[in-house]
């Protein structure tokens, strides 16, 4: 599987930490420094690739002939015949008809990823998104009506102002849109955004955190409702359109990453790019070290598995922890018993999982699960 980070945005959004960069004119260098790390990287790699992902930032503020440039480099360098699932990020206000149809002809991409967070142009204008909620239906529309089928969106909850009430039309309009993976996520204040900025100085009132969980609550019922399944905390699909790359993540498959910010995991040892978009394109033509790395300890690997496991609805898989963490097979099944006992997760033949309310609380039972000392 392989990651590419696209950092460019049109505009920094309000909440956002991840490393995104707004405004820049360096993007062809960019493209030319990751086609080159490509390149270097894919020498004696034999797997065909099965999931491929083009996250950020935002992918679709590349060109077409920068995306064209991109796609024939890994067609070069990878064996793409047995792709799975290509996904492309993207922002409603970049998808114009013939941006979608080149796009399109590319035929690489067979999912769209599409950051929408809100239909309510007030909640965009608090977080600093700049398509309204017309633009974000007609996006998916027309990414339909240009041949991709397998469409995400991202929808954010517990925003300012945002009542139980306006979180239940936001649901209801999706019954009506052609998608079929939905990710809702629990806005999260970052240190050093805008909107932590915001909320300091008191421009900004924060929903309660009762707010949001009643919100996520609805979202679970609704789902329910309309027959989609909860895969992950995060996480719905109708008709098994679950995210195949992001389900390898969390069963610690191991993955190249490509571009500024990306990590790679091979199974040992974690990798990650500077999240420096001068320094990593300078490493790359200059030939120097333009990342760091680290072995995971066994304990290291123990504990990132509990943190994703509990996330999904599949849990903590026995068979992983007896091949790959058979020392702390005891540990487990004696500091699992009380999230047993109190329901919040079940035991079956094959694996521990969260039931809804254990779901409600995945990283907190996690991290009581972290073995802290060797």
């Known amino acids: 599987m392989i990651y ?27 493209v030319d420094a990751l086609c080159h790390e490509i390149e270097q990287r894919s020498k004696g790699y034999g797997k065909p690739i099965k999931t491929l992902y083009l996250g950020g930032g935002t992918p679709t503020q590349l060109s077409i002939a920068q995306l064209t440039s991109l796609v024939e480099t890994l067609r070069s360098c990878f064996d793409l015949s047995q792709i799975e699932e290509a996904t492309i990020e993207c922002n409603p206000e970049d998808l114009s008809p013939s941006y979608l149809e080149a796009l399109a002809s590319l035929r690489l991409f067979n999912r769209i ?5 809100s239909f309510r142009d007030s909640d965009l204008a608090t977080i600093g998104r700049i398509h309204t909620g017309l633009q974000a239906r007609n996006a998916i529309e027309n990414a339909y009506m240009a041949g991709f089928h397998n469409i995400t969106i991202d929808l954010i909850y517990g ?5 139980l009430d306006d979180w239940q039309v936001q649901l209801q309009q999706l019954a009506t849109l052609p998608i079929q993976h939905l990710s809702c996520y629990a ?20 929903a309660t955190e009762a707010t949001a969980v009643a ?16 895969y992950e905390v995060s996480n719905f699909c109708k008709d098994h359109h679950y995210s195949r790359h992001n389900s390898r993540y969390w069963d610690r498959t191991p993955y190249l990453g490509f571009g500024a910010a990306a990590h790679s995991f091979d199974g040992l040892n974690r990798r990650w790019n500077y999240s420096n978009l001068r320094k990593y394109c300078e490493g790359i033509e200059q030939g120097r070290i333009y990342y760091e790395e680290e072995q995971l300890t066994l304990r290291d690997a123990f504990n990132e598995y509990m943190m994703t496991a509990l996330r999904t609805t599949r849990g903590i898989e026995k068979k992983i922890i007896n ?52």
């Open 187 to 206: 806005l999260t204040v970052e240190p050093h955004t805008l909107l932590e900025q915001q909320i300091r100085k008191k421009l900004i009132q924060p």
């Open 215 to 230: 919100q996520y609550e609805i979202l679970c019922q609704w789902a329910a409702a309309q027959g989609w399944e909860q």
């Open 113 to 117: 990823s599409m950051g929408v967070q």
């Open 159 to 163: 925003l300012p102002n945002q009542t």
């Open 4 to 30: 590419i980070h696209i950092p460019f945005c049109h505009r920094k959004c309000n909440y956002c930490a991840f490393y995104s960069l707004a405004g820049r004119q360096d993007k062809e260098r960019y």
């Open 323 to 374: 091949t790959q963490f058979p020392n702390y097979t005891n540990y487990l099944a004696i500091h699992i018993q009380p999230y047993l006992q109190s329901n919040l997760l079940i035991e079956t033949d094959s694996a521990y999982q969260p039931t809804s309310k254990g779901l409600l609380h995945a990283d907190g039972i996690a991290s009581e699960l972290f073995i802290l000392e060797n």
